[in-house]
Protein backbone atom coordinates (compact mmCIF):
# COMPACT_ATOMS: atom_id res chain seq x y z
CA UNK A 1 0.00 0.00 0.00
CA UNK A 2 2.93 2.17 1.20
CA UNK A 3 4.27 2.00 -2.39
CA UNK A 4 1.25 2.47 -4.31
CA UNK A 5 0.97 5.66 -1.94
CA UNK A 6 3.97 7.05 -3.15
CA UNK A 7 3.37 5.45 -7.27
CA UNK A 8 0.63 7.71 -7.03
CA UNK A 9 2.22 10.44 -5.44
CA UNK A 10 4.34 10.57 -8.07
CA UNK A 11 2.22 10.25 -11.01
CA UNK A 12 0.03 13.31 -9.35
CA UNK A 13 3.34 15.55 -9.49
CA UNK A 14 4.19 14.98 -12.96
CA UNK A 15 0.29 15.56 -14.01
CA UNK A 16 0.65 18.87 -12.19
CA UNK A 17 4.38 19.37 -14.07
CA UNK A 18 2.77 18.74 -17.13
CA UNK A 19 -0.44 21.50 -16.44
CA UNK A 20 2.15 24.03 -14.86
CA UNK A 21 4.19 23.30 -18.20
CA UNK A 22 0.88 23.37 -20.68
CA UNK A 23 -0.10 27.04 -18.64
CA UNK A 24 3.30 28.09 -19.46
CA UNK A 25 2.95 27.66 -22.33
CA UNK A 26 -0.32 29.35 -23.21
CA UNK A 27 0.84 32.36 -21.19
CA UNK A 28 3.74 32.87 -23.55
CA UNK A 29 1.36 32.24 -26.71
CA UNK A 30 -1.24 34.94 -25.08
CA UNK A 31 1.79 37.40 -24.29
CA UNK A 32 2.93 37.43 -27.92
CA UNK A 33 -0.36 37.69 -29.09
CA UNK A 34 -0.53 41.07 -27.07
CA UNK A 35 3.18 42.30 -28.66
CA UNK A 36 1.90 41.78 -31.95
CA UNK A 37 -1.12 43.65 -31.51
CA UNK A 38 -4.42 43.29 -32.72
CA UNK A 39 -3.00 44.81 -36.37
CA UNK A 40 -1.88 41.43 -36.57
CA UNK A 41 2.09 42.09 -36.47
CA UNK A 42 4.23 43.96 -34.69
CA UNK A 43 4.40 47.42 -36.32
CA UNK A 44 7.99 48.12 -38.08
CA UNK A 45 9.04 51.14 -39.97
CA UNK A 46 7.07 52.67 -42.74
CA UNK A 47 8.33 51.85 -46.37
CA UNK A 48 10.22 54.50 -48.04
CA UNK A 49 7.19 56.02 -49.86
CA UNK A 50 5.06 56.28 -46.96
CA UNK A 51 8.11 58.27 -45.75
CA UNK A 52 8.42 60.34 -48.61
CA UNK A 53 4.56 61.17 -48.78
CA UNK A 54 3.87 62.04 -45.17
CA UNK A 55 7.10 64.47 -45.26
CA UNK A 56 5.23 65.84 -48.26
CA UNK A 57 2.38 66.71 -47.09
CA UNK A 58 3.91 67.87 -44.07
CA UNK A 59 6.06 70.15 -46.29
CA UNK A 60 2.63 71.34 -48.48
CA UNK A 61 0.76 71.86 -45.14
CA UNK A 62 3.62 74.49 -43.68
CA UNK A 63 4.52 76.46 -46.72
CA UNK A 64 0.72 77.39 -46.74
CA UNK A 65 0.66 78.24 -43.08
CA UNK A 66 3.64 80.47 -43.32
CA UNK A 67 2.18 82.30 -47.07
CA UNK A 68 -0.87 82.87 -45.07
CA UNK A 69 1.37 84.52 -41.72
CA UNK A 70 2.74 87.18 -44.74
CA UNK A 71 -1.09 88.59 -44.29
CA UNK A 72 0.03 89.36 -40.37
CA UNK A 73 0.20 92.91 -39.14
CA UNK A 74 3.09 92.47 -37.08
CA UNK A 75 6.13 92.96 -39.10
CA UNK A 76 8.72 90.17 -37.50
CA UNK A 77 5.72 87.47 -37.90
CA UNK A 78 5.77 88.38 -41.78
CA UNK A 79 9.47 88.53 -41.28
CA UNK A 80 9.75 85.00 -39.98
CA UNK A 81 7.53 83.62 -42.12
CA UNK A 82 9.17 84.59 -45.31
CA UNK A 83 12.53 83.06 -43.80
CA UNK A 84 10.53 80.04 -43.16
CA UNK A 85 9.25 79.60 -47.07
CA UNK A 86 12.69 79.92 -48.11
CA UNK A 87 14.34 77.48 -45.59
CA UNK A 88 11.36 75.04 -47.00
CA UNK A 89 11.47 75.74 -50.27
CA UNK A 90 15.25 74.25 -50.13
CA UNK A 91 14.20 70.83 -49.69
CA UNK A 92 10.81 70.54 -51.73
CA UNK A 93 10.04 70.48 -55.31
CA UNK A 94 6.43 72.47 -55.77
CA UNK A 95 4.49 71.25 -58.76
CA UNK A 96 2.96 74.43 -60.89
CA UNK A 97 -0.41 74.68 -59.07
CA UNK A 98 1.84 74.80 -55.54
CA UNK A 99 4.27 77.58 -57.23
CA UNK A 100 1.23 79.83 -58.10
CA UNK A 101 -0.10 79.37 -54.47
CA UNK A 102 3.20 80.01 -53.40
CA UNK A 103 4.06 83.23 -56.13
CA UNK A 104 0.78 85.20 -54.94
CA UNK A 105 1.66 85.97 -51.83
CA UNK A 106 5.06 87.06 -52.06
CA UNK A 107 3.99 89.12 -55.05
CA UNK A 108 1.64 90.70 -52.68
CA UNK A 109 4.31 91.37 -50.21
CA UNK A 110 6.38 93.15 -53.53
CA UNK A 111 3.58 95.00 -54.54
CA UNK A 112 2.84 96.08 -50.60
CA UNK A 113 6.69 96.84 -50.06
CA UNK A 114 6.23 97.55 -46.64
CA UNK A 115 10.30 97.32 -45.98
CA UNK A 116 13.33 96.57 -47.72
CA UNK A 117 14.20 94.04 -45.46
CA UNK A 118 10.86 92.32 -46.06
CA UNK A 119 10.70 92.67 -49.75
CA UNK A 120 14.54 91.63 -50.13
CA UNK A 121 13.58 88.49 -48.69
CA UNK A 122 10.42 87.83 -50.61
CA UNK A 123 12.35 88.28 -53.64
CA UNK A 124 15.16 85.66 -52.78
CA UNK A 125 12.30 83.12 -51.90
CA UNK A 126 10.77 83.67 -55.43
CA UNK A 127 14.31 82.89 -56.94
CA UNK A 128 13.96 79.51 -54.48
CA UNK A 129 10.28 78.98 -56.25
CA UNK A 130 11.41 79.40 -59.46
CA UNK A 131 14.64 77.04 -58.83
CA UNK A 132 11.67 74.21 -57.05
CA UNK A 133 9.01 74.24 -59.41
CA UNK A 134 8.62 71.63 -61.84
CA UNK A 135 5.55 71.56 -64.94
CA UNK A 136 4.43 73.97 -66.31
CA UNK A 137 5.64 77.54 -65.23
CA UNK A 138 3.76 79.63 -67.79
CA UNK A 139 1.54 81.26 -65.64
CA UNK A 140 3.70 82.06 -63.65
CA UNK A 141 5.79 83.84 -65.70
CA UNK A 142 3.61 86.11 -66.88
CA UNK A 143 2.18 87.05 -63.26
CA UNK A 144 5.54 87.38 -62.10
CA UNK A 145 7.32 89.69 -64.52
CA UNK A 146 5.26 92.54 -64.81
CA UNK A 147 5.88 92.73 -60.90
CA UNK A 148 9.21 92.23 -61.08
CA UNK A 149 9.88 94.61 -63.80
CA UNK A 150 7.99 97.35 -62.15
CA UNK A 151 9.82 97.29 -59.04
CA UNK A 152 13.31 97.02 -60.68
CA UNK A 153 12.97 100.34 -63.05
CA UNK A 154 11.18 102.48 -59.41
CA UNK A 155 12.10 101.25 -56.60
CA UNK A 156 13.85 103.46 -54.23
CA UNK A 157 15.81 100.52 -52.31
CA UNK A 158 18.85 99.39 -54.35
CA UNK A 159 18.89 96.11 -52.45
CA UNK A 160 15.34 95.41 -53.21
CA UNK A 161 16.76 96.34 -56.88
CA UNK A 162 19.58 93.93 -56.49
CA UNK A 163 17.26 91.23 -55.37
CA UNK A 164 14.84 91.31 -57.87
CA UNK A 165 17.52 91.46 -60.73
CA UNK A 166 18.19 87.93 -59.94
CA UNK A 167 14.90 87.01 -59.68
CA UNK A 168 14.14 88.33 -63.36
CA UNK A 169 17.01 86.39 -64.01
CA UNK A 170 16.32 83.44 -61.96
CA UNK A 171 12.72 83.00 -63.14
CA UNK A 172 13.77 82.84 -67.03
CA UNK A 173 16.29 80.91 -66.57
CA UNK A 174 14.30 78.39 -65.17
CA UNK A 175 11.52 78.54 -66.90
CA UNK A 176 12.98 77.67 -69.93
CA UNK A 177 11.37 80.57 -72.15
CA UNK A 178 11.59 80.41 -75.57
CA UNK A 179 14.67 82.68 -77.40
CA UNK A 180 12.65 85.97 -78.62
CA UNK A 181 11.08 86.16 -74.55
CA UNK A 182 14.97 85.55 -73.49
CA UNK A 183 16.38 88.44 -75.72
CA UNK A 184 13.91 90.53 -74.63
CA UNK A 185 14.32 90.31 -71.03
CA UNK A 186 17.92 90.46 -71.71
CA UNK A 187 17.28 93.69 -73.22
CA UNK A 188 15.15 94.89 -70.40
CA UNK A 189 18.25 93.89 -68.06
CA UNK A 190 20.88 95.80 -70.05
CA UNK A 191 19.38 99.08 -69.43
CA UNK A 192 20.08 98.88 -65.87
CA UNK A 193 24.10 98.58 -66.51
CA UNK A 194 24.58 102.25 -66.73
CA UNK A 195 21.89 103.18 -64.24
CA UNK A 196 23.95 104.88 -61.38
CA UNK A 197 24.52 102.50 -59.19
CA UNK A 198 26.98 99.54 -59.33
CA UNK A 199 25.36 97.44 -57.04
CA UNK A 200 22.25 97.40 -59.29
CA UNK A 201 24.47 97.68 -62.33
CA UNK A 202 26.36 94.09 -61.25
CA UNK A 203 23.29 92.35 -59.87
CA UNK A 204 21.50 93.17 -63.76
CA UNK A 205 24.70 91.82 -65.50
CA UNK A 206 24.53 88.72 -63.69
CA UNK A 207 20.94 88.31 -64.10
CA UNK A 208 21.54 88.96 -68.04
CA UNK A 209 24.62 86.35 -68.06
CA UNK A 210 22.41 83.61 -66.48
CA UNK A 211 19.60 84.49 -68.85
CA UNK A 212 21.98 84.56 -72.04
CA UNK A 213 23.07 80.91 -70.66
CA UNK A 214 19.88 79.38 -71.72
CA UNK A 215 19.48 81.03 -75.33
CA UNK A 216 20.84 79.64 -78.47
CA UNK A 217 24.15 80.54 -80.16
CA UNK A 218 22.15 81.03 -83.44
CA UNK A 219 19.82 83.49 -81.44
CA UNK A 220 22.71 85.20 -80.10
Known amino acids: ?3 RGKGKGRKGQDEGSDADSDS ?9 SVGKG ?3 GRKGKPKRGEEESDSEDGGEVLLRHLCDDL ?3 RAATRVS ?4 ITSSLRSRILDSDEAVDAVTPLLAVLK ?4 AAEAVLAANALSHVFITMAGDSGDVVEDTL ?5 LLKSCKHSSVRCSVAGSIGMLVFCAGEGDAEALGVMRRLAGYFECGSEE ?4 SLKAWGLVATGVSDRAL
Open 1 to 3: MGA
Open 24 to 32: TTVRKEDTE
Open 38 to 40: KSG
Open 71 to 73: TEK
Open 81 to 84: ALQG
Open 112 to 115: KCAS
Open 146 to 150: PVLGG
Open 200 to 203: VAAA
